[in-house]
């Protein structure tokens, strides 16, 4: 069963291209330290780093609040730290989905304990409806209405994040 497409493959490319030249412009002249949080943003940060037109470093980060479960728990644990320091550098935190927000607090508050010179976020999706705390996104794929979705490297218990598009559960 493959689930029902929400965002089709070509609308995440054209997306991640238009987020990929603002982070260009916005940090022009700069050097970015891109950060994933593992497992579900990998597709979309191999694809923004490409989109990306600036050194650059990438890193990655573990993070768990959801376990086999479709619900977030709301407890985060660190399950993959950063490989090295990152002291006044700019930091680009890369999502793959913003839901209730807890997991995004915890990882701005983590990180801003390590004083980079800027943290900005890109998520590739939005669930505003499901905000528990408030958080910023500076460079938003898509808003999304409060469904389970897969694919693009967010799963349901390990499968569905090779699907090139964004999809729903039913």
Do not use: W
Not at 109 to 132: Q, Y
């Amino acid at each position: 069963m493959n689930p029902k497409v929400l965002i089709s493959e070509e609308e995440i490319r054209s997306r991640v291209s238009e987020l990929g030249a603002m982070i260009s412009r916005d940090f022009a002249g700069r050097e970015l330290t891109v950060v994933g949080v593992l497992n579900g943003s990998f597709m979309f940060m191999a694809d923004l780093v490409r989109a990306i037109d600036l050194p650059l470093r990438c890193d990655f980060l573990g993070l768990s609040s959801y376990g086999s479960a479709t619900e977030s728990s709301g407890v985060v644990a660190l399950t993959k730290d950063l490989s090295g320091p990152i002291e006044g550098r700019d930091i680009l935190v890369v999502e793959d989905i913003v839901d209730t927000g807890l997991t995004l607090a915890y990882l701005q508050e983590n990180l801003s304990t390590r004083h980079p010179r800027s943290v900005n976020v890109a998520a590739l999706l939005s669930k505003p409806d499901r905000r528990k705390v408030e958080v910023s996104v500076d460079y938003l794929g898509f808003t999304i209405e409060d469904r389970f979705v897969v694919g693009y490297g967010l799963d349901f218990d390990g499968f569905f994040r090779n699907l090139p598009y964004i999809g729903l559960m039913e």
